[in-house]
């Protein structure tokens, strides 16, 4: 499953990077997003993977008892996934507020400093 | 004597202040800052001359072993009386010069500041100390030339005095450096006292070339004197106080200051002395071919600079004590003349000795002083500059050059020094009344007491030489390392030195009388004359600005692909390269083995990730979208991590909700780039692709230690109270994490509500 995993953050980093690459400015933010979502799956798989066992202390024990899946990845995935979404929502109204203004989603377009 | 300078800064600070509490007083009551100072210099000064110099220590950086050691010998004492003195006076003039101007609180605070920074550098023991206050003066003076900032000339001409000034000084930063590691001291009495030991060291000639440069920049030698005259574009008192009587002669200061240390050497006479007889002679042959009083000045102060540079590279005792006689002289009665001129430029609108003539008739008191200070210029007696001349004569006939040259040379720039002198009082003074843009009436109290005081003392010094004259032995001796005395009189007795003199005027005088073919002349050559080292300055800074154009065009181009292409490019070479040729591994997969519904789902994220790169519609391409973050919160799910699930679905959910809303209002998507740069893209995104892939894999190799892990299983229920361990990192272990994630999301959600409210003014345009 880890090898199958790997080849999906492949995919979806090419992706990713493909649509960064791309002049038109909404498919940028498309490949930030691909991207967030590939970044967390990567932190997620180098934690290692375990089937159904949450990292939960039962009731009573002192301790979880292994194999339980890695929390710390689980935690700052946690975060990342909300400040993605911060990001993505300021970038998705700056483009938005560009076009608004310019009328242009061509980055090309986009070269000066102070137009 | 640290807090006397740091009292003229504070004093700089609250002159804007004190410039708007009393505006016509302002520059009377400033002036009573330096006066002070000058005052208790001045009461001291029986105490310096005849005793051991005053020493004061302050620690500073004990760790780098700086400190703010302050030493007043004689040298720096008659520095220290020249900076507050005249210093006193250009306030008081610059406050009638520029009476009425709403900026002159703020030329109050740069005029001070330089004050302060002037009076450091001469006080300084600590030759870093020393590099400190001597930038200082080289900001301050740009920001005076710059006075004037709206006009382009005035910025260009400051620019180009500190790029001057600052490359020389960067330097003799270095140079210093040398100079402290040779010596093992950085201060200068210490230095003085090793002398013999720096000048037989390796490094000895690097360190003074280095020195030299910051010093022969600073004090405008040939070839870097062109700054100064471009620095006229400052306004006249700052001319009269930094371009002519003070900053100028930091250079001069600086190479009387380390003579005891670095100086007598065939390399120090030979450098020293040449550059500034050429400078004397360059400085008196420009003059001569200005018809602009100030540029007039400022090239006959080149040409002094010269002579002051040129005996203090003889160093002979002779040559310093005529030195430093001429440098009192020169200060005394350049920056009369500086002041004198403005008043002119200020009663009738003009600075062009050519539309200038019969001022007298107008102005008899300012005419009296700038005649005074220009004979003392000429080097007329009773005239303290008479002094001056006979004991520069006396040391030219008795140096370690050849006489003809020698005498040659003093005799040939000490001709034009009299042609330019009489050009400056003369002509704009006798002859013919000439109509002027304003019609000239006699200038107010603060305009003449300024030259008035200054020439009165040219003439007091030169009938009573007694008086400065055991100040001027004090800086003698400490500029030779030895004990000197010497007796500064008028009248040397007839002797072939007053021929000379005697000579220098009458031929001064009849070049004088020529001018009006001499001035034609040089119109016709002005094409050949106009080549030199402004065009190299010029020419430098032209290409300089070009190379940075250029480096902009090819590095900072403004478009966002090829920015990104860059970074990707040059990252995948960066880990692809040690991945390469350093592979020394073999790749185990790791088997866990795949259940059916779990490569479904692996299956349905990759296939989402393609049609959100492949469709041309963006509805579709947000639908894929979704179904890419759905099926990684699904899988999260599937490999224990509930809580992550949760948020991923709550995110994705709120994320397609504001696209679906937002996508509304943006455009569809066009195709922009040519099928050949999509090839090229899609090579290298899947490369990168690959190399993640190969990455994850290879992190896969070697499983790493869980301590961290067990930590957390173990404390969770003692120390975070909760069972949840994912929760419990976040609020508890991790939560300043948490906290930061909570305050980004805040900032994100000031930003779109300002974005989203922001409306720009002006039908658009930012």
Same mark, same amino acid.
């Given at each position: ?19 960064? *690459? ?9 490949? *930030? *997003? ?39 990845? =689980? ?6 996934? %909300? ?9 998705? %109204? ?5 076009? =608004? ?7 090309? =377009? ?6 | ?91 008081? +003039? #610059? ?17 001070? $500041?330089?004050?302060? #920074? ?20 080289? @900001? ?30 960067? $330097? ?11 010596? !093992? ?70 190479? $009387? ?39 007039? &000045? ?31 002289? /020169?200060?005394? +009665? ?14 009738? !609108? ?42 520069? +004569? ?13 005498? !040659? ?45 200054? $020439? ?37 007795? &007839? ?61 900072? /181009? ?38 059916? +519904? ?11 990730? !393609? ?80 190399? @993640? ?74």
């Amino acid at each position: 499953m880890e090898t199958l995993l790997a080849v999906v953050i492949g995919a979806l980093y090419a992706a990713a990077f493909y649509l960064l *690459l791309r002049r038109s400015i909404v498919r940028m933010l498309f490949g *930030l *997003l691909l991207l967030s979502n590939a970044i967390n799956l990567l932190i997620f798989t180098s934690g290692g993977l375990t089937r159904a066992r949450p990292p939960i202390v039962p009731a009573g024990a002192a301790e979880a008892t292994p194999p339980f899946a890695d929390p710390l990845a =689980q935690a700052l995935i946690l975060t990342a996934i %909300v400040i993605g979404f911060g990001l993505l929502s300021f970038t998705f %109204v700056l483009i938005y507020r560009y076009y =608004q203004e310019r009328g242009s989603d061509d980055t090309a =377009q986009m070269r000066a400093t102070d137009p | 004597m640290l807090w006397g300078i740091l009292a003229i800064f504070v004093l700089a600070a609250l002159a804007p202040w004190l410039h708007r509490a009393f505006p016509r007083a302002s520059g009377w009551l400033l002036a009573l800052g330096p006066a002070a100072l000058g005052g208790q210099y001045l009461f001291r000064a029986g105490e310096i001359v005849g005793g051991p110099p005053l020493v004061e220590t302050h620690p500073w950086v004990p760790a780098l072993g700086l400190e703010l050691a302050f030493r007043m010998d004689g040298l720096g004492l008659l520095f220290a009386l020249l900076i507050t003195g005249i210093g006193t006076l250009i306030v008081v +003039y #610059a406050g009638a010069y520029l009476a009425g101007d709403t900026r002159l609180g703020r030329f109050y605070l740069f005029l001070l $500041a330089f004050l302060g #920074a002037m009076l450091g550098l001469v006080l300084s023991d600590n030759i870093f100390l020393l590099f400190v206050f001597w930038e200082l003066t080289s @900001v301050t003076s740009y920001l005076l030339i710059g006075f004037d900032h709206e006009r382009e000339a005035a910025r260009d001409a400051a620019l180009q005095a500190l790029l001057v000034t600052g490359l020389g000084g960067l $330097a003799m930063f270095a140079g210093l450096i040398l100079l402290g590691q040779m010596g !093992g001291t950085a201060s200068f009495a210490e230095l003085a006292a090793r002398g013999a030991m720096l000048k037989a060291h390796p490094l000895y000639l690097p360190a003074l070339l280095l020195i030299l440069a910051g010093a022969f920049t600073k004090s405008a030698q040939f070839p870097f004197h062109f700054w100064l005259p471009g620095a006229m574009e400052a306004p006249t008192p700052v001319s009269a106080f930094l371009h002519s009587a003070t900053m100028v002669k930091a250079g001069v200061y600086l190479l $009387a200051r380390l003579s005891p240390a670095l100086g007598g050497t065939e390399a120090w006479t030979g450098i020293v002395a040449t550059t500034g007889a050429v400078t004397f002679l360059v400085g008196g042959f420009v003059a001569l071919q200005q018809s602009d009083l100030k540029r007039l &000045l400022a090239y006959s102060t080149v040409s002094a600079l010269g002579l002051l540079t040129w005996l203090l590279g003889w160093g002979n005792p002779l040559a310093v004590q005529a030195g430093m006689t001429f440098l009192v002289a /020169h200060a005394l +009665y350049k920056g009369a003349l500086f002041m004198a001129a403005g008043t002119v430029d200020h009663e009738t !609108g003009t600075r062009d000795v050519t539309r200038l003539g019969g001022l007298f008739g107008k102005m008899p008191l300012s005419g009296t002083m700038a005649l005074l200070a220009a004979a003392s210029m000429a080097g007329l007696a009773p005239l303290f500059g008479f002094v001056a001349k006979e004991l520069f +004569y006396e040391a030219a006939r008795d140096s370690v050059w050849p006489l003809w040259i020698s005498v !040659g040379a003093a005799m040939l720039g000490s001709v034009g020094t009299v042609t330019v002198a009489m050009m400056v009082s003369v002509e704009p003074f006798f002859g013919r009344y000439v109509a002027t843009p304003k019609a000239p009436h006699e200038a107010p109290l603060g305009l003449w007491l300024g030259p008035a005081s200054l $020439a009165l003392l040219s003439l007091a010094f030169g009938l009573l030489p007694g008086g400065p004259q055991g100040l001027l032995a004090s800086a003698v001796t400490a500029a030779l390392g030895e004990p000197s005395s010497f007796k500064l009189a008028l009248w040397h007795g &007839l002797n072939p030195t007053l021929a000379l003199s005697l000579a220098t005027l009458a031929a001064g005088g009849l070049l004088y009388a020529a001018r009006g073919p001499l001035r034609r002349a040089f119109a016709a050559a002005a094409g050949p004359l106009s080549y030199g080292p402004t065009r190299a300055y010029e020419w430098t800074l032209q290409a300089l600005k070009g190379l940075a154009a250029g480096q902009t065009r090819l590095l900072q /181009h403004g478009y966002l692909n090829y920015y990104l292409l860059v970074f990707l490019v040059a990252i995948l070479a960066m880990i692809a390269w040690p991945l390469l040729f350093h592979w020394d591994f073999h790749l185990r997969l790791p088997n866990s083995g795949i259940r059916v +519904y779990e490569g479904l789902w692996a299956a349905l994220i990759a296939c989402g990730a !393609g049609v959100a790169v492949a469709t041309n519609s963006r509805m579709f391409a947000v639908v894929a979208l979704g179904v890419v973050g759905y099926g990684i919160a699904f899988l999260y799910l599937l490999f224990g991590a509930p809580d992550l699930a949760m948020t991923q679905i709550l995110v994705e959910t709120l994320m397609l909700i504001v696209l679906l809303l937002g996508l509304y209002h943006l455009p569809g998507f066009a195709k922009y780039s040519r099928p050949a740069s999509r090839l090229r893209d899609v090579l290298l995104s899947v490369a990168a692709g690959a190399l @993640v892939t190969l990455l994850v894999l290879i992190t896969q190799q070697n499983p790493h230690p869980a301590r961290l892990v067990e930590y957390f299983s173990k404390n969770s229920v003692p120390l975070g109270q909760g069972r949840n361990i994912v929760n419990v990192i976040l609020v508890d272990f991790r939560a300043l994490d948490t906290m930061g994630e909570i305050t980004v999301l805040g900032i994100a959600a000031l930003g779109v509500y300002a974005l989203l409210k922001l409306r720009l003014k002006g039908g658009g345009e930012p």
